[in-house]
C-alpha cells in the first residue's frame, strides 16, 4: 500500500549526494528571496489599504430623508448691522420664507457695525432659491453694504474623508469684500447627490455642488432694487457614489503564490542556463589544451 501511494508523488526527490551547488546559483538564490520579500510586502501594503471606487447613476440616494437637504451656511458681512441682516427662502414648492430665525445665530462685528450670520436650516428637493438680505429688517436701509466673506456653505452630512476630495464647501472663502458695496450676488448652485458607503456597508449622505457668480446692480422703474446674496440652486440627477473596498483574502493568496511560484521557475530556467553554459565553456577549454 506504501509503494503504491509513493508512485503518485510528483515531486520527487533527487538524493543530496547528486547535487553541486554553485556561487553562481547561491547568488541567483539571494537574489530571488530578496526580490519576492520586496514583492511580498507589496502585495501586503495593498492588501491592508482600503481604495476609494466611484460610480455614477441616476436615483435619489437619499430616500428617507423626506425630501429635505438640510444645509450649513456661515457668512459675514463686515458693513451691514445685525438688525438688518435676515435669511430669507423660497423655491416650486410655494415656499416663501422671509426672516427664517430657527438655529441661526448672528454675531456683531467691527464694534457693531458689521454682522457675522451662522446657521442652520433644510430646503426641499426642488429647484428654488435662498437669500441673505435685508427683506426682514423693521426699517429699509437706503443704501446696504452687502460686501461679504463666505466661510461655508455645505449641504447634507458632513463627510470627513481624506481620500475624497470633492466640491463639498465649493464657496468656503469666497471674498467679496473688494466688490461694489451696492451690488447684488448671484451664486448659481448645481447640487450633486453624494453617497459614501464604508466596509461595514453603512452609508453616509451628503452633496456636493458646482457653483458659477454674477454681480450687478437692478434697477426698476421705481428705482434701485435692493440689493441682496442670492443663492440659486437646482439639483442634478445624477449621484455620485464612493465605496471603500478591499482586495479578497484568495486574491492576495492567488497573487502571493503566483510571485513565489513565477520567481523561482525564471530563477531556476536562468541558473540552468547559466550553469549549462559554463559547462560547456568549460568542455571546450579542456578540448583546446588536450
Known amino acids: 500500500m ?14 543530496k549526494d547528486l547535487t553541486q551547488p554553485t556561487y553562481t546559483g547561491a547568488f541567483i538564490s539571494i537574489l530571488c528571496c530578496v526580490f519576492i520579500f520586496f514583492l511580498f510586502l507589496s502585495e501586503l501594503t495593498g492588501f491592508i489599504a482600503t481604495d476609494i471606487v466611484n460610480e455614477l447613476y441616476v436615483d435619489d440616494p437619499d430616500k428617507d430623508s423626506g425630501g429635505k437637504i438640510d444645509v450649513s451656511l ?6 451691514l448691522h445685525c438688525d438688518l441682516v435676515g435669511l430669507d427662502i423660497q423655491d416650486e414648492m410655494g415656499r416663501h420664507e422671509v426672516g427664517h430665525i430657527d438655529n441661526s445665530m448672528k454675531i456683531p462685528l467691527n464694534q457693531g457695525d458689521g454682522c457675522r450670520f451662522e446657521g442652520e436650516f433644510t430646503i426641499n428637493k426642488v429647484p428654488g432659491n435662498f437669500h441673505v438680505s435685508t427683506h426682514s429688517a423693521t426699517a429699509q436701509p437706503t443704501s446696504p453694504d452687502m ?3 463666505i466661510h461655508k456653505l455645505a449641504f447634507g452630512e458632513k463627510l470627513q474623508v481624506h481620500k475624497v476630495q470633492g466640491a463639498f464647501n465649493a464657496l468656503g472663502g469666497a471674498d467679496k469684500l473688494s466688490s461694489n458695496p451696492l451690488a447684488s ?13 464604508d466596509l461595514s456597508g453603512k452609508q453616509r449622505f451628503s452633496y456636493q455642488y458646482t ?16 440689493p441682496a446674496i442670492w443663492f440659486r440652486y437646482d439639483l442634478s440627477p445624477i449621484t455620485v457614489k464612493y ?13 502571493i503564490c503566483a510571485i513565489v511560484g513565477g520567481t523561482f521557475t525564471v530563477a531556476g530556467i536562468i541558473d540552468s542556463c547559466i550553469f549549462t553554459a559554463s559547462e560547456a565553456w568549460k568542455k571546450i577549454q579542456i578540448g583546446k589544451m588536450s
Open 185 to 197: 450676488h448671484d451664486y448659481i448652485l448645481k447640487i450633486v447627490p453624494t453617497v459614501y458607503e
Open 211 to 226: 457653483v458659477a457668480n454674477k454681480e450687478y446692480v437692478a434697477y426698476s422703474h421705481t428705482g434701485r432694487i435692493i
Open 74 to 79: 456661515n457668512i459675514s458681512l463686515p458693513n
Open 147 to 149: 460686501t461679504h466673506t
Open 2 to 15: 506504501e509503494f503504491g501511494l509513493k508512485t503518485f508523488d510528483i515531486y520527487r526527490k533527487v538524493p
Open 243 to 255: 465605496t471603500e473596498r478591499r482586495q479578497p483574502l484568495y486574491r492576495f493568496i492567488t497573487t
